[in-house]
């Protein structure tokens, strides 16, 4: 008998090993020889080149009520097998084992290095949670899909198992992750614009380069109650610094942000504040700095009652090339920050 | 409008007695050179260094890039209304060294530009690897203001480029090509226009359409030979990846294919060009105007290219769903900044009739370049330009930088190879 | 919080609730062209918005002209 020329773990849930329903979801992760449920005829795909040497079986709302726990305690076993493969499911649209297999392949992925595998509908809840780290097949909406899913999982486990290239999402057959990754093509950008530009205009089918993205939707925070007694905070991504950038944020692609103190500063001065930001025209902020981080007409405000009290401490970065990833980053610390500090509410300028 | 590019073939640059060519190669008289950049006297002192391609050489902070060319026959002088006379250009002939390009470095202004390897992983990101470059190297005098400092500096490159390219005025060309844009009778082929945005927003971020900065105008016809005969002069200094050198001006990339494709499947009837200026109305008025007048010289489609990248994305938008509710079809040529993992959304703004895009490139990929034997200029700059950050001086002359600081490594205008694919 | 900046779309786009347009890019509650106490002024005034916005209640993304 030739050989196998690769090893696979299948993670599943206490349904789909055989071993109960929702009376055994809370059963936590165990680890058995062989195959299981749909891991049979995964098994058979899989022929005579790979083996499932062992399923990882875990009770759906165990995982779901601790992921963290619960992926660590699937990853312990499953490195005691040293698989080529991990894969999961496939899940099709049910959100708790959708997000177990996730977790699973992601922490297996992460903390052994072993490529993972698992699949689910397109609408599954978990798909958004994990489709950047690991690769996530398209499935039908429920067991009906069964008999495509498998073929689908096994070709892709080969190929991991094979340590085949695995292409572009449209060609490989799994979810895009959504990272955007540079190479060089056979044409120069004119040539594919004026391509794309008469195809636009013929009427005949073209690829966008790049879909628009879609951006997130954040319901607005109620009005504050009564402006007289409000603590306001300033916040700008323009870059406003003490004089030498002492934390050194960068002129574009912003790792960071900083604090300052302004208590007692009645007015942002050119002798003790700057702007470090690179994307726009300095010479009018470094002139006057409050024409960016508005501190004087912020005092003024305060001094005569408009609102109660000017937080004494403002936060900046700066908004040139700063990926949205730091930008939500930074967002959240600052808020947290300001939560924790009682502040009512924000100013945040921008460039 | 007929122009002529009579091409010269640069092979090699070296230092010479006189300022001459001979035999493909540029000898040029340094001393002269440098004597003719500080008669401006804002300027206090000027160097010039020579590299090749292959040459482990790493040129850095560059300002602008700059093809040597000069007039021979034809009105108008390179560079009109800025070094040389206000007349139109485009038409008569024009010798150009090519293969050859003058770059301009010196100290820091504000938040200063990028590099340029001549060899090495980093060289496949830039054009100006594979030219033969003279680097002329300036410094300001004492408390020079930073408007006059970026002007001394502009003028001084282009001066120098028309210096280099006088040296071969009398020399046979090598290529001869033709641009005219020759009626065409096939009422079949799609009448497309090219509606080019120039960057217009404040220092270090200007350009000069014949001398005017475009902060002050409105959008206007513009012939595409005009264009490729130097009418557009840059003045930006921020994200070498993205800012269009004059260079690259002078070798837009667009009109070249277009121009190509001209009478077989393409009818090019016109340039519009536009500016990205500061304010919301600003925005609103110049891609109402620059729509308006793609519709009125009755294009069917129009390709769209920005220069910059965040609130320009806003006008690249505005031009597209504008045009695109005239019923043109659009194409837009922008990179992004996805960020350095590449999950980030690239672009700032977004319209739904943006439906066909070319991307370019993601700006924020981080590349690890091995030092370079010879430094032209100042290594030091690499952490504060736009790309690079804290650390990105490796040991022993190393750069860890985003491709954002390598010049011209996401040009909009489509001039390079490299895209960004969805994973 | 309300976000104070001149390029209206894209803060629309990013997903602002509380839009207050400014003036300029390089100089958002500023006017260099100004004399200084009508610059001040007009930041004032702008700032003065910014503070009323906050006491709004909006279902969706709302920009502060007047």
Do not use: W
Not at chain 1, 74 to 86: I, L, Q, R, W
Not at chain 2, 238 to 250: G, Q, R
Not at chain 2, 365 to 381: C, F, Q, T, W
Not at chain 3, 19 to 44: F, K, M, T, Y
């Amino acid at each position: 008998m030739a050989e196998k020329k690769y090893r696979v773990v299948h993670y599943l849930n206490q349904f789909y090993a055989g071993i109960g329903g929702e009376d055994k979801a809370n059963m936590p992760p165990l680890i058995k020889e062989g195959v299981a449920g749909p891991g049979i005829p995964l098994q058979q795909a899989l022929g005579e080149e790979g083996e499932i040497v062992a399923t990882v079986i875990c009770g759906d709302s165990y995982f779901a009520e601790n992921i963290e726990t619960a992926a660590e305690k699937v990853v312990e076993p499953v490195s005691s097998y040293k698989p080529d493969v991990f894969v999961a499911g496939p899940a099709f649209n049910a959100g708790r084992y959708g997000v177990a297999c996730g977790a699973s392949c992601s922490a297996v992925s992460k903390k052994l290095g072993i490529p993972a595998v698992t699949a689910m509908y397109k609408e599954n809840p978990a798909l958004d949670l994990y489709r950047k780290e690991i690769y996530i097949i398209p499935t039908a909406d429920s067991v009906r899909g069964m008999k495509e899913a498998i073929p689908d999982m096994a070709g892709f486990i080969r190929k991991l198992g094979l340590g085949q290239e695995i292409g572009l999402p449209q060609e490989a057959g799994y979810f895009p992750h959504g990272i955007r990754v540079n190479q060089f093509v056979e044409r120069t950008g004119a040539e594919r614009a004026v391509a794309m530009l008469l195809s636009k205009l013929k009427g005949e089918p073209f690829q966008t380069e790049y879909p628009m993205p879609t951006f997130e939707r954040i319901p607005p925070s109620p009005a504050i109650g009564d402006l007289r007694s409000s603590t306001i905070a300033m916040v700008t991504s323009g870059g406003i610094v003490p004089l030498g950038n002492p934390d050194r944020i960068e002129a574009a692609s912003a790792s960071k942000f900083a604090e300052y103190n302004i208590a007692g500063v009645d007015d942002l001065t050119s002798d003790a504040y700057q702007t470090c930001h690179g994307g726009y025209d300095p010479v009018y902020a470094n002139d006057d700095p409050d024409r960016v981080l508005p501190l004087d007409a912020m005092r003024a405000l305060e001094k005569d009652g408009t609102f109660g009290k000017l937080y004494d401490l403002y936060y900046v970065t700066v908004g040139n090339a700063t990926s949205i990833a730091n930008s939500q980053k930074f967002g959240k610390e600052i808020a947290e920050k300001l939560k924790a500090a009682r502040v009512d509410a924000v100013i945040l300028t921008s460039t | 409008m007929h122009l002529e590019l009579g091409i010269i073939k640069i092979k090699d640059v070296q230092f010479g007695k006189e300022t001459v060519i001979e035999n493909g190669i540029l000898y040029v008289n340094k001393n002269e050179l440098i004597a003719l950049a500080l008669q401006d006297d804002r300027l206090s002192e000027a160097d010039v260094e020579l590299a090749r391609p292959g040459e482990s050489v790493r040129i850095i902070p560059v300002k602008d890039v700059i093809e040597p060319r000069v007039k021979v026959n034809g009105a108008g002088e390179p560079f009109p209304g800025v070094i040389g006379k206000t007349q139109t250009a485009g038409a008569g002939r024009t010798n150009v060294l090519r293969g050859a390009a003058l770059v301009t470095l010196g100290r820091i202004i504000g938040f200063q530009e990028g590099f340029i390897d001549m060899t090495g992983p980093g060289a496949q990101y830039t054009p100006f690897s594979q030219t033969n470059n003279v680097a002329l190297i300036l410094h300001p005098v004492a408390g020079l203001a930073p408007h006059a400092h970026e002007e001394a500096v502009r003028l001084a490159g282009l001066k120098a480029a028309v210096y280099l390219g006088k040296a071969c005025r009398d020399v046979a060309p090598d290529e001869l090509e033709v641009y005219e844009l020759t009626p065409v009778t096939d009422a079949t082929l799609p009448r497309v226009a090219y509606v080019h945005t120039l960057l217009s927003e404040g220092l270090l971020h200007d350009t000069y359409l014949y001398g005017i900065d475009a902060k002050k105008i409105l959008p206007t016809l513009i012939h595409p030979n005009e264009v490729m005969d130097g009418a557009i002069v840059s003045g930006n200094c921020v994200s070498a990846c993205d800012k269009h050198t004059t260079y690259h001006h002078l070798n837009n990339p667009v009109i070249k294919e277009f121009y190509r494709r001209h009478g077989k499947d393409l009818n090019f009837i016109g340039v519009i060009v536009t500016n990205l200026n500061v304010t919301l109305a600003d925005k609103e008025r110049s891609s109402d105007y620059a729509s308006k007048l793609v519709k009125l010289i009755g294009a069917e489609g129009a390709i769209i290219t920005e220069e910059g990248f965040g609130n320009p994305d806003t006008d690249l938008m505005m031009l597209c769903k504008k045009m695109e509710d005239y019923g043109i079809k659009t194409v837009m040529i922008t990179d992004e900044y996805a960020g350095r993992d590449g999950g980030s959304q690239s672009l700032a703004d977004a319209v739904p009739q943006a439906d066909a895009v070319i991307s370019v490139g993601n700006a924020n990929e981080v590349i690890n370049l091995p030092p370079m034997k010879r430094i032209i200029g100042d290594l030091k700059p690499a952490e504060v330009i736009a790309g690079g950050f804290v650390g990105s001086l490796t040991a022993g002359g190393g750069l860890n930088v985003e491709i954002q600081a390598i010049m011209g490594s996401t040009c909009q205008l489509g001039f390079g190879k490299l895209t960004a694919r969805e994973y | 919080m309300v976000h104070v900046a001149s390029i209206v779309p894209i803060s629309l786009t990013v997903g602002a609730n509380r839009i207050v347009p400014a003036v300029a890019i390089p100089h958002p509650l500023g006017n260099p062209e100004l004399p200084e106490q009508e610059e001040r002024e007009l930041r004032l005034n702008l700032v003065k918005k910014a503070l009323r916005a906050l006491q709004v209640e909006v279902e969706k993304q709302t920009v502060f002209e007047e």
